[in-house]
Structures are given as structure tokens and as C-alpha cells.
């Protein structure tokens, strides 16, 4: 027997060693991805936080040492009197703010041009006693109590005072009137009054 007698059986062992050869093939390709999903799942990782967080709003307040009392309670006047009195204002808000001072009230229209004033800003002095006063700012020249009670009404044209920064930062403001000179007869037994008001804001 030669091997034409067999024609068939060789394609057929050659086909069964190309059968091995793939499966290691298979096989390979299942270790590479099984490879690849552990790697994928397996990182490093670091985090950092900041906690506790919290907000509060802030206040604003303004007091006086004036206990209540009036810095000016003047009769019997003759022109050219003449008076000085202090006050000190503290702000005791936690958030800074501006302060801005006005007429809030007022009275006697026809003395209140021959009413002069003089308004300063700055430190030391009380209301008992304005010794050791020092300005640093005039919010007011010798100007008469007309002008001011016009000009002045509110917080939105106040007279611009300084920036209260913090809590207990005050400050003292030294008043000074004097009825004009030429104050005419028909003003005698005449009044006038005013309320003077300091405002404070955060802005």
C-alpha cells in the first residue's frame, strides 16, 4: 500500500494540529482580560476636607453717654452767647460699619437762623466734660441751625462721619453754639430745639 491508496488522512491531521494551536490562543486572551478588569479595579485614592463650616450675621448698634439727659438746655440767651458741650458715641456692633449724623427732629423755625453751630469729631472728652477733646474731623463750620435741620435729615444726606470699625470703637463729637450777634429784637423769648441723631451701617 503506497500513499495514494490513503489520499484523505493527512488534510485530516493536519486539520487536528491546527485545532491545538488555537485553543492555546483562546486561552491567552481569557488570562489578558481577567488581567486587565483586576488592574482596572485596584488605585490609589487620597481625599482632604474642610469642615464644620458656619455663618452668622453680623450686628450693628450705637450707644451714648448722654444718659438720657439733653447737651444743651440753654435759656436766657443774649446774641452772642455762646456754649460748648460734648458727647461720645460707641458702636458696639461685630460688623464695621459707617456712622452718619442728622436732625431727627426740630422746632422754633424763626430763631433757628441765628442759631449758630460748630460740630467736630474726634477723641477724648465725655459728656460731663470735654477736657482732653481733640478733633480730627469738622462736620459743621459755624453753620446755623436752619441750614442744618435743611441739609440734614437722614441717614441718605447725613453729616459723613467715620468708619466705626469694631466693636467699643467711639467716638466723641464736641458741639459749640453761639447766637449770632445780630440776632433782631423781634427774637427776644424766642426757641428753637433740635434732636440730633447718629446712625449707624454696615454700608
Known amino acids: 500500500m503506497n500513499d495514494l491508496d490513503h489520499p484523505v488522512r493527512r488534510p485530516r491531521r493536519r486539520r487536528r494540529r491546527g485545532a491545538f494551536v488555537v485553543v492555546p490562543v483562546a486561552i491567552g486572551l481569557l488570562g489578558a482580560s481577567a488581567l486587565v ?3 482596572s479595579t485596584a488605585a490609589f485614592s487620597g481625599t482632604t476636607s474642610n469642615a464644620a463650616n458656619s455663618w452668622a450675621a453680623g450686628t450693628v448698634s450705637l450707644t451714648d453717654d448722654d444718659s438720657a439727659g439733653a447737651m444743651f438746655s ?8 455762646t456754649g460748648t458741650k460734648c458727647i461720645t458715641v460707641t458702636y458696639g456692633g461685630s460688623a464695621g460699619a459707617y456712622i452718619r449724623l442728622y436732625v431727627s427732629a426740630n422746632t422754633g423755625a424763626a430763631l433757628q437762623p441765628y442759631v ?3 460740630i467736630e469729631e ?31 435729615t437722614g441717614w441718605a444726606n447725613g453729616m459723613a462721619s467715620g468708619v466705626l470699625a469694631s466693636t467699643s470703637d467711639a467716638r466723641t463729637y464736641r458741639f459749640t453754639y453761639t447766637l449770632d450777634a445780630a440776632t433782631p429784637d423781634a427774637q427776644q423769648g424766642a426757641s428753637a430745639t433740635a434732636t440730633f441723631q447718629w446712625e449707624a451701617r454696615n454700608s
Not at 440753654?74 to 452767647?81: C, Y
Not at 472728652?125 to 440734614?152: I, Q
Open 74 to 81: 440753654a435759656s436766657g440767651l443774649v446774641p452772642g452767647a
Open 116 to 118: 449758630n453751630l460748630t
Open 122 to 152: 474726634g477723641s477724648g472728652g465725655t459728656f460731663a466734660d470735654c477736657t482732653g477733646f481733640t478733633p480730627s474731623a469738622t462736620l459743621a463750620n459755624n453753620a446755623t441751625l436752619a441750614s442744618l435741620v435743611a441739609a440734614n
Open 37 to 39: 478588569w483586576q488592574s
